[in-house]
C-alpha cells in the first residue's frame, strides 16, 4: 500500500545570533552579528505505511517537534520533501489539514472560558462535518473517552487529564486519517494514562488512523508502537521495530547473585562482574553466548548462592544508550 | 465560490457567538470598559473645545466642523476596534506559538487571526463616538441626503480598511522582530493626532506623508471637508474624497493582506 507520509531528505535551518555577555557583548551582538546557521533537523527520511503506530522519539532539542511542525504545514523546511497522503502540506495546506488530527500535550486548542461542548460546535463548523457523522463521532468519542461527565463544564475547571482527554476528542471530530500525538500523557495520573492509550489502539484498530506519538514516556512508547524512530541531533539514529532496536543496542542481561558469604575469586566464563556491593554481585552477559540457566549453573557450582534475579534489558536502557552514544557527534 | 463563503460566513458567527459568551464570563470588565471609554473621548471632545475657545479656529476649523471631523474619525475605530482587535496581539501569537493552530485547520489564516476574537466590548467606543459625531452634524449643519449617508458608509468601510492595513502591517513585523508591542501604541497615537486634528495644521511633510505613504488622512480629515465644504487648507486631489476613501482602504488592506502572507512563511513557531 501507499506510504501516508513519506519524508526524503528534510532540513530545516535555523540561523542563530551568538550573544555574547554583558553589555558591551549585546551591543557588539546588535552591531556586529555573529550569525551562524544550525540544521535543526538534518537531512531526515522515513516513510509511513496506513495503521502504523509510529513512537518519533528523542531528547530534548533532538528535532522532534520541527519535524513534527514540518509535517503538518506549520514550518517550512529549508530543503527536501514531504508528502502527507500523497499532497505536500507546502504547497495545498488546506487539503493535508483536513485529513490531519494534532495534539499539542502542553497547548489546548480548546476556549479556556466556555463548555467543553462549543469548542466541539465550533469544530464542526471549521471542518464541515455534517451532523449525522459529527453526532456519530462524538458518540463514539463521548464512550471511549468518558466525556459525559465534563462535557458541559468549563474547560478552565477541567484537570488535567479531562482536558487531554477533550483535546483529543476535538482532533478526532473531523475523522482524520493520521493523527499527530505531541506528549499526549505529559503530566497525567496513571488511570488517565491508561485512558488515552486504550483510546489510541481503539481507533488505531477499528479506523486504521495512523499515529505518530512523539513522547518521553517510553512506556507509552512500549505499549503502543510497533514501530520506532529516533532522532538525535537532527538525524534519525535508529528507524525499527521496538524489540529489534532493543536487542540491538542492549544485548546485554544481567543476573542479579546474592551470595551467603563473601568469596575472593568469583570470575565465571561468558560472563562479566560489573558491580558489587557488599554480598550482591551484577554480571553480565550476552544472550547469544550463554542462557540464563547455564550461567546459574555454573555460579552455584562454584559459590554459596543465597538469591538470585534476571533482568532484562528496557527501553529505557536501550534508548538512553542510543542519546549516549550519539549525542558526542 | 458560494459553498465556501457559507463556510466562512457559519464559521464567524460560531466564532463571534463564543466571543460574546468568552466576555460575558467577566461582567466586572465590561463595567469598567463602560466607565472608562466615554470618560476617555468626551474629555478629548472638551479639550478641542477649550482650545478653540481660548485660542483660534485651527487652520480655520471651528469648534463645529472639529466636532464632526473627531466623531467621524471615532466611529471608525470603534468599529475597528470591534472587528479587527485581535491584530493588536499579533507579536504575542508569534513569541508564543498561537499561529500553529490557524495553521492546522483548513481555512485562510488571516480570517481566522481577525474573526475568531469579535471584540464586542469595543462597541462602548462607537457610543460616545455616534454621540460626539450625531451632535458634530448638528452644529456644523450636515445635511443628511441619501447621497450624503452612502458616502458616509463608503467612508467609514474605508477608513476601517485603512485602520486594519495599518495594524496588520505593524503587526507583520512581528514575524522577523518577533516583538513590537509598543509599534501598537505608537500607530494609536498616531491616529488619534492625524484623525483628530486637521491634518492642514501639520506641516507639508507630514500631510504628504498621511496622504500618500501610510494613508490616514483619508480616514476622516479628506471626507470631513468634502461633506463640510471646508477649504481643506492643504493638498489637492481630483475626485471626491468620499469616493478615494474606500478605494485607498482596499488598495491598502490588499498590500497588507500581501505582506501578511509573505510574513507568514518567515513564521518561526515556538519551541517544545
Not at chain 1, 540491538?248 to 560489573?274: F, G
Not at chain 2, 474606500?246 to 502572507?261: T, W
Amino acid at each position: 500500500m501507499d506510504a501516508v507520509i513519506e519524508v526524503n531528505d528534510l532540513v530545516k535551518e535555523y540561523i542563530i545570533v551568538k550573544k555574547e555577555s554583558g553589555l558591551r557583548g549585546s551591543l557588539k551582538s546588535l552591531l556586529f552579528p555573529k550569525k551562524t546557521k544550525f540544521n535543526g533537523v538534518n537531512g531526515i527520511s522515513f516513510s509511513i505505511a496506513p495503521g502504523e503506530i509510529v513512537g518519533y522519539i528523542g531528547p530534548n532539542g533532538a528535532g522532534k517537534s520541527t519535524t513534527i511542525k514540518m509535517l503538518t504545514g506549520i514550518l517550512h523546511p529549508t530543503a527536501g520533501s514531504i508528502k502527507v497522503c500523497g499532497i505536500s502540506p507546502q504547497a495545498d495546506r488546506k487539503a493535508v489539514v483536513r485529513k490531519l488530527g494534532v495534539v499539542f500535550g502542553q497547548r489546548t486548542q480548546l476556549y479556556w472560558d466556555l463548555r467543553l461542548g462549543e469548542s466541539f460546535e465550533l469544530l464542526r463548523r471549521i471542518y464541515q462535518i455534517n451532523q449525522a457523522e459529527y453526532e456519530q463521532n462524538l458518540a463514539i468519542l463521548t464512550d471511549v473517552l468518558k466525556l459525559q461527565d465534563f462535557i458541559n463544564t468549563p474547560v478552565r475547571q477541567l484537570s488535567l487529564g479531562q482536558r487531554m482527554r477533550g483535546d483529543i476528542a476535538a482532533a478526532m471530530l473531523h475523522s482524520p486519517s493520521v493523527l499527530f500525538l505531541d506528549e499526549p500523557t505529559i503530566g497525567l495520573d496513571a488511570d488517565a494514562k491508561l485512558a488515552i492509550r486504550n483510546f489510541i489502539k481503539e481507533i488505531n484498530r477499528t479506523r486504521g488512523v495512523t499515529v505518530i506519538l512523539t513522547t518521553h514516556d517510553l512506556d507509552d512508547v512500549e505499549q503502543l508502537c510497533s514501530r520506532i524512530i529516533v532522532v538525535n541531533n537532527g538525524k534519525i539514529v535508529e528507524d525499527g521495530p521496538i524489540e529489534s532496536i532493543i536487542h540491538k543496542l542492549t544485548p546485554h542481561r544481567m543476573l542479579v547473585v546474592e551470595l551467603q558469604k563473601p568469596c575472593a575469586d568469583l570470575s565465571t566464563p561468558n560472563a562479566i562482574v560489573i558491580k558489587q556491593e557488599g554480598l550482591k554481585i551484577w554480571y553480565q552477559f550476552e544472550k547469544e553466548a550463554i542462557s540464563a540457566s547455564e550461567l546459574i549453573a555454573a555460579l552455584s557450582q562454584k559459590l554459596p548462592i543465597q538469591d538470585i534475579s534476571v533482568k532484562e534489558p528496557n527501553v529505557e536502557d536501550a534508548i538512553r544508550e542510543v542519546y549516549k552514544t550519539t549525542s558526542s557527534v | 465560490m458560494v459553498s465556501s463563503f457559507k463556510h466562512y460566513v457559519s464559521v464567524a458567527s460560531c466564532w463571534a457567538r463564543l466571543a460574546i459568551q468568552r466576555q460575558l464570563e467577566y461582567p466586572l470588565f465590561l463595567f469598567s470598559w463602560l466607565l472608562m471609554i466615554p470618560i476617555q473621548y468626551f474629555s478629548g471632545i472638551w479639550m478641542l473645545k477649550i482650545i478653540v475657545d481660548r485660542f483660534q479656529a485651527l487652520n480655520g476649523w471651528d469648534f463645529p466642523q472639529l466636532t464632526f471631523l473627531y466623531g467621524l474619525g471615532l466611529i471608525s475605530h470603534g468599529i475597528f476596534v470591534v472587528f479587527f482587535i485581535n491584530t493588536w496581539s499579533m507579536d504575542h501569537m508569534v513569541i508564543n506559538g498561537g499561529f500553529d493552530r490557524l495553521l492546522l485547520r483548513p481555512m485562510n489564516v488571516f480570517f481566522q487571526l481577525v474573526a475568531s476574537y469579535v471584540n464586542f466590548i469595543g462597541l462602548i467606543d462607537c457610543i460616545p463616538g455616534v454621540i460626539i459625531f450625531l451632535y458634530g452634524c448638528e452644529i456644523a449643519g450636515f445635511e443628511w441626503s441619501l447621497v450624503n449617508i452612502g458616502k458616509l458608509i463608503l467612508v467609514l468601510i474605508g477608513g476601517i480598511l485603512i485602520r486594519a492595513a495599518l495594524f496588520t502591517s505593524l503587526g507583520t513585523i512581528a514575524f522577523w522582530t518577533k516583538r513590537n508591542g509598543s509599534m501598537v501604541g505608537f500607530a494609536l497615537t498616531m491616529l488619534e493626532r492625524a484623525t483628530m486634528y486637521p491634518l492642514s495644521m501639520y506641516p507639508f511633510f507630514l500631510q504628504a506623508l498621511f496622504t500618500f505613504i501610510i494613508p490616514i488622512g483619508f480616514i476622516s480629515f479628506y471626507p470631513a471637508a468634502e461633506f463640510l465644504g471646508t477649504d481643506n487648507g492643504g493638498l489637492e486631489l481630483p475626485l471626491s474624497f468620499a469616493l478615494w476613501t474606500p478605494l485607498v482602504g482596499i488598495i491598502c488592506f490588499l498590500i497588507a493582506s500581501g505582506i501578511f502572507r509573505f510574513g507568514m512563511k518567515n513564521y518561526e513557531s515556538a519551541g517544545s
